[in-house]
């Protein structure tokens, strides 16, 4: 079948009219909006390589095609465990891709909050995959079989056990105590460099994410003398290294109502840290200084 120049453009805007669903998709499946814009580009190449007008649904046929690629990333995270390369928000390479709008990127970063991307880092692939599809875009479980290479019965058992792990992890009781003591502490060893002590706090498979206004911060920075700041850090030896004898402004801070840690010099907000706790250690952080973001946030300052 011979595509048209009209076909071409048909195919184009479909697949631009998809591109906000498939980022999201994406961004809740990697939890990373660097490598939800990989995989949607990665569709976009796979897309260009097929006869389109055979394809009845296209809107359905790219949101399995993303899938299949997040699950492919999901697994090769799985089998390597190593920081993740790419800056959040890097222009996209070939294709209709644009720089991604900083608005949709703000909205991508607030539909998954740290906790819940501790707990979905716990999944395994299949469990991730067929929990975001069903439950959080309600992709029927006959869709999602393919997709996961089992039966429809086992995928729903997939997202049940997924299910499962979700809401007991968002129903654990958070101790104030124990959050008091890890957040102050925290501060400290950052404060003072203290590198073994950041490790005793950390959880090993702690994750540090950073949003894109952050990160360019600390790149602004680096000509101080600043460290850098990368968009997505492993492990408690890499997080700790980030942090150590960085945080030497920070104070503790109630961030809607839950304890963290602010950089407001001179009172005036400009970076939130928040923690998720898991175990009795740190399980991840989260650095926020996208004014949009802060603006949204309400922040009590404790310490002076």
């Known amino acids: 079948m011979n595509v048209t120049m009209d076909d071409e453009i048909g195919i184009t805007e479909t697949f631009e009219s998809s591109r906000g669903h498939l980022r999201a998709v994406a961004y809740r499946m990697l939890g990373s909006v660097s490598e939800a814009d990989d995989a949607v580009q990665e569709a976009w190449l796979r897309l260009s390589r097929v006869d389109a007008g055979n394809v009845e649904n296209l809107s359905g046929w790219l949101t399995t095609v993303v899938s299949r690629i997040c699950l492919d990333m999901l697994r090769a995270r799985t089998s390597r465990r190593e920081d993740l390369p790419g800056d959040i928000g890097e222009e996209l390479i070939g294709g209709p891709a644009a720089r991604p709008d900083p608005e949709d990127e703000t909205l991508l970063a607030d539909a998954?909050?740290?906790?819940?991307?501790?707990?979905?880092?716990?999944?395994?692939?299949?469990?991730?995959?067929?929990?975001?599809?069903?439950?959080?875009?309600?992709?029927?479980?006959?869709?999602?079989?393919?997709?996961?290479?089992?039966?429809?019965?086992?995928?729903?058992?997939?997202?049940?056990?997924?299910?499962?792990?979700?809401?007991?992890?968002?129903?654990?009781?958070?101790?104030?105590?124990?959050?008091?003591?890890?957040?102050?502490?925290?501060?400290?060893?950052?404060?003072?460099?203290?590198?073994?002590?950041?490790?005793?706090?950390?959880?090993?498979?702690?994750?540090?994410?950073?949003?894109?206004?952050?990160?360019?911060?600390?790149?602004?920075?680096?000509?101080?003398?600043?460290?850098?700041?990368?968009?997505?850090?492993?492990?408690?030896?890499?997080?700790?290294?980030?942090?150590?004898?960085?945080?030497?402004?920070?104070?503790?801070?109630?961030?809607?109502?839950?304890?963290?840690?602010?950089?407001?010099?001179?009172?005036?907000?400009?970076?939130?840290?928040?923690?998720?706790?898991?175990?009795?250690?740190?399980?991840?952080?989260e650095v926020i200084s996208d004014p949009r973001r802060l603006a949204r946030l309400e922040v009590t300052l404790l310490d002076r």
């Open 112 to 285: 998954v909050g740290p906790a819940l991307l501790v707990v979905l880092d716990a999944l395994t692939p299949l469990e991730r995959l067929a929990f975001v599809l069903h439950d959080v875009f309600g992709v029927p479980f006959d869709e999602i079989a393919p997709i996961v290479d089992r039966s429809p019965a086992t995928a729903r058992q997939l997202a049940s056990r997924a299910r499962r792990r979700v809401r007991g992890a968002r129903s654990a009781a958070d101790d104030p105590a124990r959050r008091d003591e890890l957040v102050s502490a925290f501060i400290a060893a950052a404060h003072d460099g203290d590198f073994d002590g950041l490790l005793r706090l950390l959880d090993p498979d702690v994750v540090l994410r950073a949003d894109a206004a952050a990160v360019e911060a600390a790149r602004a920075r680096q000509a101080l003398g600043a460290p850098p700041l990368s968009p997505l850090v492993r492990g408690a030896p890499q997080v700790a290294e980030t942090f150590s004898g960085r945080a030497r402004t920070a104070r503790r801070a109630l961030i809607d109502g839950v304890l963290g840690a602010v950089w407001a010099p001179e009172d005036r907000l400009r970076a939130v840290f928040a923690f998720t706790i898991v175990g009795g250690r740190i399980g991840a952080v």
